[in-house]
């Protein structure tokens, strides 16, 4: 069973950098793209990163070049580093996951992904 949890969100100020993680079990990693959103208040989600099979990174425009994707294989682990943050941050985080074919790409709209964490608070104050 595909399982994925999130860790690492909290409350932090402005200008500060986090680290989130996401801890994955019950499929191949490898085999999976993976992504994160994010989720303001009664807005819908959405993706700010994805990585392809093979690594291959993709970042939302809007997120300004502030957020960096990366995976390590070895440990199942799916990061989403953020730098500079900013109050416009401040929202659930979720990490997402589903079997792809593309070896060097991976999709940033959430209807691909079918299997969600629970997600991660992060609370930016000024």
């Known amino acids: 069973q595909v399982h994925l949890a999130e860790s690492g969100g909290g409350s932090i100020e402005a200008g500060g950098s986090l680290t989130l993680s996401c801890a994955t079990s019950g499929f191949s990693f490898t085999l999976y793209c993976m992504a994160w959103f994010r989720q303001f208040p009664e807005k819908q989600r959405e993706g700010v990163a994805a990585i392809a099979r093979d690594g291959t990174p993709r970042h939302s425009s809007s997120v300004g070049g502030r957020f960096t994707i990366s995976k390590d294989n070895a440990k199942n682990t799916l990061y989403l580093q953020i730098d500079n943050l900013e109050p416009g941050d401040t929202a659930m985080y979720y990490c997402?996951?589903?079997?792809?074919?593309?070896?060097?790409?991976?999709?940033?709209?959430?209807?691909?992904?079918?299997?969600w964490g629970q997600g991660t608070p992060v609370t930016v104050s000024s």
């Open positions: 997402a996951a589903n079997p792809c074919d593309w070896l060097n790409w991976a999709p940033l709209g959430p209807d691909f992904y079918h299997s």
